[in-house]
């Protein structure tokens, strides 16, 4: 009754960390949102991010394509790939912020960052979560700043060397200094975009991957298979969630890099094709932009899809351990002298200690997931062999991870798409340059 009572009293407290807060762990967060103009948490932030989106998004790049693209100039200022240029940066821009913007209007930005749950994890989930929405932006920094140098050193140098006049303030300087600086904001923006969302999906599935490293030191305590296969389950539904919200975004993310890709494939190896690094320089930091923001997504879903697998191989290691100690072996023949039997039965969990220091050299990183450590026998003493066969059984029929329409996203997905994918550049490079 007591211990009832001390739950009741704890969860107004609970309860209370759910409800937003202007200076709470998302108030860094929200302000670069906010000055991003991305906030659509009112009427008015609601109609500035759709203008900016507009303006920066379509309007800019149409403008550039059809009034600065000089098609006149000398050889070195032609832009003969500037249409697919626009094209890749603004379609995938208009995908990743239509996906945010419903993603902050039906969800709010704590329950899609899955703040309201944390109540309910350990304090070393929510400290690691935290940390790691605190380096997001950082990430995103990492990202954009290295490609955004090169294109704002590309714009500066093609509007200084005198690659076009365009006269609209009087002042041809004056006028170039606006038109560089307007495209290098479009470019900005539609790349910001693309790599928050990638970003946002690498948070949610890190938030995930350390609830799966909590959940796994249930395998190391007593504890009983009702509460590990609800906290599983509980694990199960939140991935759910997370595929069905991304599935779109991921889906048409890979189309549009997939296609802008062979584009970009086609365009430059025509025989005709005039290559240069003034010609393919924009070309390229614009795929090497989708590139990387695809990767941050394939990534992050196969890493959990991982993760998620490491529980059933834990659980099957639980399941052996707990097996082998509870084994009582028959009555020994008394013709088997007895130290015998003791040598045999000590190479059970026999580990030679001159060789793990040599392994641990061969062997990466290990978590509570994947290692190679037995678990001590205290951890399953009061569970039988019949509920732990039906756990291990369960998770080796209940598969967890990231989806896309029913496709687990793991490595094998993954393997399969670069097969694909290799498979269509050596059919295309067949076509254009000859490859058989």
Known sequence: MDAQRVVLMAKPKDISRTKSSAHDELHS?????????VDQSNCWTFCLSWLVFIVFAIVIPVLSHFYLACSDCDNR?????????????????????????QFVRIYGLRRFLFFDKLCNESETVRRGYTEQLNSSLKIVFIFVAPCFTAEAAYKIWWYSSGATAIPFLGNAIVSDAVACTLELCSWLYR??????????????????????????????????????LREHLRIRRHLRIISHRFRVFILWALILVTVSQFASLLDTTRSTADLSIFKTGELALVSVSLLAGLMILLRSATRITHKAL????????????????????????METPPTAMGVMGNQVFRRDASSSSSDNEDVGSEDELDNDKLIPAYAYSTISFQKRQALVTYFENNRAGITVFGFMLDRTTLHTIVMIEMSLVLWLLGKTVGIS
């Open 29 to 37: 967060f929200r302000s670069w949102l906010r000055w991003m103009c």
């Open 77 to 101: 200022h032609a832009r003969p790939y500037d249409t697919l240029v626009q094209l890749s940066l603004s379609s995938i821009a208009t995908l990743s912020f239509v996906c945010l913007s």
């Open 191 to 228: 790349t910001v975009v693309f790599f928050l969302v990638c970003v946002l999906f690498r948070l949610i599935c890190h938030l995930q991957i350390l609830r799966l490293q909590d959940f796994a030191q249930v395998f190391h305590v007593e504890s009983d298979v009702e509460s590990v």
């Open 310 to 333: 490491g529980v059933t191989c834990l659980a099957t290691k639980w399941h052996v351990c707990a097996t082998i100690e509870s084994y009582d072996p028959p009555d020994v023949d």
